[in-house]
């Protein structure tokens, strides 16, 4: 199948001042995700699930992470410990 | 330092802990990218592929570059940014309500007043700025694809819009203390606003006292540069409505016992 | 003057009445527990302390003054103290040490203090939402003394925890005790005991006793014997209904009698053991525990 068209060099000199932007805001967003993803308190089933939203879906998905994904994981215990293990450094 | 100024601090430490700071501004300039890049684009991408197959032949107007701003308002900013700033505002007042913050800093001598001026006004800069950064956006794309707009024009539209944008924040607020379950809030807020955006394509004088008409205000500003008639009706109304809201905010919080904690 | 004077308090929702006509007094230094079953009454006079349930009958006094004007004048721990996930334990005292109008250098100084009483001060730059229910409660703990009140209270304080959290927790407040005044609720007479001074029990929106530990027992202490013998049970129903009987209970070949008057009751009882010829293995006078005089006060109530 050939559709005939294909975008020359030129054209993609034309283009990149366009798409450069979305580029670097992709990327911005992309990668804060991914930090915030890494240094959480999940699962490792949870960082996959949600590291493959984030670099899969352009876009829409850091910002799903962002409203939705960031959980703490919640501790059952109520010991008055006040020493933590669990507690990450931050 | 008064109680203002320690509520609006919190604001801005919640705003970078939920990266709502960085993640607003990106989405509505993203918004303010597609509209004009895909008007420009889309005709060329098009005739790019060998055209449309034969009969087939969809004429695509030619737009003007003020069209192509008021189709980021109208189809960009008031469908997809609608509802994130719903997303945003959804949880402002419920979740300080559930989670027992709000009493808590009740019982600190703070008027709710000022707690949900406070909110207001964190978001507002939030939403708002994210909104006049969007549709500058826009505007570069547009000035750089299409041609220039007078200045003026585009100012004082936006600046129409941002009383809409307000506008829905406040409602957004006033869910979020009537209700608890944000899905709830998110719904709700959605289906009223979406309704308010849909009653204005029915026209009729009634619009003048729909806070949704703003929209069309506002592209009518930017594409004639001039505005609508009852124009000052239709904000004065809006603004109203904004204070109404916040007042019933206030006394409805105030009468209604906080959920025990 | 009382530190908190609460005179004829009273709560309806609709013609529910929540709280009846209680009235009570708190003095400079004392510990009070607000003892009572769950769904008394505790939390809602408790909030109507702090202002956050406005009340339907009645008057609130804190130092002499209007309870409205005098939110500064208290520390609240609520049952459940959960805060903004998203801050630090540091930046929410900061927070609420701001609300209360601290200066800053004071503020700081504060924090670090309390943080140290409280046992957070090396995880005090970690998020909240981090932290186990115990530390939450002791940041909560931390909350209500930032601005230094004249009064702690707190609902519940203990109730949610494991036994470890809420021996530290128990321990933290034999602490504070000493420098402040306390009023918190409790389902558990055993904190109750172990802390306070003064205990005040509810039920059903009632005040059935309000006095030091001592008081109570000594003025509504009910003298107990307790008889064993085979097939007790055959023979208690002939003494059931006597006007010096308050109440008897059955346990296996045990019958606990109370009475009404320690002398007569005495007198009473040993005349029926000879007269029914009850084959009598073991007879003991007790006096009620504390915690029997709260079953029975909630019961009779």
């Known amino acids: 199948m050939h559709y005939g068209y294909h975008i020359g060099i030129d054209e993609f000199a034309d283009w990149l001042p366009l798409l450069l932007p979305i580029l670097i805001l992709h990327l911005i967003l992309l990668s804060v995700a991914l930090w915030d993803l890494v240094r959480r308190d999940q699962s490792a089933d949870y960082k996959w699930m949600w590291g493959a939203i984030i670099i899969l879906i ?4 850091p910002i799903l992470y962002f409203i939705f994904g960031r959980k703490e994981r919640t501790y059952a215990s109520t010991s008055g410990k006040s020493s933590s293990k669990k507690v990450r450094k931050s | 330092m008064n109680h203002f100024t320690v509520l609006l601090k919190r604001e801005w430490l919640d705003a970078r802990r939920s990266y709502k700071i960085l993640w607003l501004p990106v989405v509505f300039m993203f918004l303010g990218v597609l509209q004009p890049l895909s008007s420009f684009y889309l005709p060329k991408i098009l005739k790019m592929a060998g055209g449309l197959p034969e009969g087939m032949a969809i004429s695509l107007p030619e737009l003007t570059a003020d ?24 949880g402002i007042i419920a979740s300080d309500k559930n989670n027992g913050m709000l009493a808590f800093i009740l019982t600190r001598n703070t008027t709710l007043v000022e707690y949900l001026l406070s909110k207001l006004l964190g978001h507002a800069v939030m939403i708002l700025g994210s909104v006049f950064l969007g549709f ?8 750089h694809l299409y041609q220039t707009v007078s200045v003026a024009r585009v100012v004082a539209g936006l600046g129409v819009y941002l009383i809409w944008s307000l506008f829905m924040l ?20 959605i289906l009223v606003l979406i309704l308010l955006k849909i009653v204005t394509l029915l026209g009729g004088g009634f619009q003048v006292l729909n806070p949704a008409h703003l929209t069309n205000q ?44 | 003057m009382h530190l908190l004077q609460v005179s004829h308090l009273q709560k309806k929702y609709g013609s529910h009445e929540v709280v009846q006509n209680i009235n009570f007094h708190i003095n400079r230094g004392e510990c009070v527990a607000l003892l009572g079953p769950n769904g008394a009454g505790k939390t809602t006079i408790i909030k109507m302390i702090l202002n956050i349930n406005k009340l339907t009958g009645g008057q609130i006094l804190l130092n002499g003054k209007r309870h409205d004007q005098m939110c500064q004048f208290i520390g609240y721990l609520p049952q459940h103290p959960t805060f903004d996930p998203w801050m630090t334990g540091k930046e929410l005292l900061t927070f609420m040490g701001g609300l209360s109008n601290i200066d800053k250098e004071v503020l700081e100084q504060r924090i670090n203090e309390l943080l140290d009483l409280v046992g957070l001060g090396g995880v005090k730059n970690q998020l909240i939402g981090t932290y186990s229910g115990g530390m939450k409660q002791r940041l909560g703990i931390a909350q209500a003394l930032i601005h230094q009140p004249k009064l702690l209270i707190m609902d519940e304080p203990v109730s949610a925890l494991d036994p470890l959290g809420r021996r530290d927790i128990l321990e933290l407040l034999k602490v504070i005790k000493q420098t402040s005044t306390i009023l918190f609720s409790t389902h558990i007479l055993h904190d109750a005991e172990e802390l306070c001074d003064k205990i005040l029990i509810i039920n059903q929106g009632q005040l059935l006793v309000n006095g030091s530990i001592n008081q109570i027992i000594e003025e509504t202490q009910q003298p107990i014997f307790i008889i064993q013998a085979p097939r007790i ?9 006597e006007d010096i009987v308050e109440s008897i209970e059955l346990t296996g070949n045990a019958a606990k009698v109370r009475v009404k008057n320690i002398e007569r009751g005495r007198n009473w009882l040993l005349r029926n053991i000879t007269r029914l010829q009850l084959p009598v293995q073991k007879l003991e006078l007790v006096q009620e525990s504390l915690e029997e005089i709260f079953i029975r006060m909630v019961k009779s109530s």
């Open chain 1, 58 to 61: 352009n876009i829409i998905g």
């Open chain 2, 170 to 189: 406040t409602f957004v607020i006033v869910m979020g203390t009537l209700l608890a379950r944000s899905s709830v809030i998110v719904l709700l807020s």
């Open chain 3, 233 to 241: 049970g055959e023979w208690t129903h002939e003494l059931v209904n």
């Open chain 2, 136 to 143: 500058l956006t826009a505007v570069f794309y547009t000035f």
């Open chain 2, 67 to 90: 069209e192509v701003l008021a189709g980021t308002l109208t189809d960009q900013f008031d469908q997809m940014g609608l509802i994130v700033i719903v997303i945003a505002a959804m």
């Open chain 2, 218 to 261: 506002a592209v009518s500003i930017i594409t004639s540069g001039n505005m609508l008639p009852y124009f000052f009706i239709t904000v004065a109304v809006t603004l109203s409505l904004i204070v109404l809201c916040l007042l019933f905010a206030t006394s409805y919080l105030s009468r209604k016992e906080l959920p025990s904690m």
